[in-house]
């Protein structure tokens, strides 16, 4: 099974900076099946980019993501007030799916 | 517009039964794959169990394998996961999740509202 570690667990920052999440995998993730969400409190996850940089549909392009092999990042270039919220990675290249412990971002 | 409607859930004691339904509408739902995702109370996502669009393909967590079981009806476009023997580490939100492919490996790219299984004597 691959282990997801996100980090960091917590970040508190304000509008309008740059963010950047770190995911790790403990093994390559093929084919760069990486896939990041954002959830918010009492809402289901909603997909941000799928194949570690492809942005889903609807999704602004603030929100960007980049790596391959075991390490993948997902950048928010400048932060709105609804971009606060929990972030979660996800690899779907090796069975199980797993997903990443969650990095929630907070506002300062 | 594609919408997915969690229902089922409730209380139920340990070593009980319970299934839980997804209602799908606004896409073709026999050429999609689906899964299930889990979310405890205050912690992260787990995925449980996804299934191809025909269902002739399934794939189980092994926290689950032998006690639950994913299907499908694609005459009424709807999806199951009946859960067997439960334990409270079974308490959950349970999420339906749509695949992108026929493929149950792929990121969920819509998502039902979830629905709430608590295993609690």
């Known amino acids: 099974e691959i282990v997801l570690t996100q980090s960091p667990g917590t970040l508190s920052l304000s509008p309008g900076e740059r963010v950047t999440l770190s995911c790790r995998a403990s093994q390559s993730v093929s084919s760069s099946s990486l896939a990041w969400y954002q959830q918010k409190p009492g809402q289901a996850p909603r997909l941000l980019i799928y194949g570690a940089s492809s942005r889903a549909s609807g999704i602004p392009d603030r929100f960007s993501g980049s790596g391959s092999g075991t390490d993948f990042t997902l950048t928010i270039s400048r932060l709105e007030p609804e971009d606060f919220a929990v972030y979660y990675c996800q690899q779907y290249g090796s069975s199980p799916i797993t997903f990443g412990q969650g990095t929630r971002l907070e506002i300062k | 517009e594609v919408q997915l409607l969690d229902s089922g859930g409730g209380l139920i004691q340990p070593g009980g039964s319970l299934r839980v339904s997804c209602a799908a509408s606004?896409?073709?739902?026999?050429?999609?794959?689906m899964n299930w995702v889990r979310q405890a109370p205050g912690k992260g996502l787990e995925w449980v169990s996804g299934?191809?669009?025909?269902?002739?393909?399934?794939n189980y967590a092994d926290s689950v394998r032998g006690r639950f079981t994913i299907s499908r009806d694609n005459s009424k476009n709807t999806l199951y996961l009946q859960m067997n023997s439960l334990r409270a580490e079974d308490t959950a939100v349970y999420y339906c999740?749509?695949?992108?492919?026929?493929?149950?490996?792929?990121?969920?790219?819509?998502w039902g509202q979830g629905t709430l299984v608590t295993v609690s004597s």
């Open positions: 606004g896409f073709t739902f026999r050429s999609y794959a």
């Open positions: 999740a749509k695949a992108p492919g026929n493929f149950h490996r792929n990121p969920g790219d819509y």
């Open positions: 299934i191809s669009g025909s269902g002739d393909s399934t």
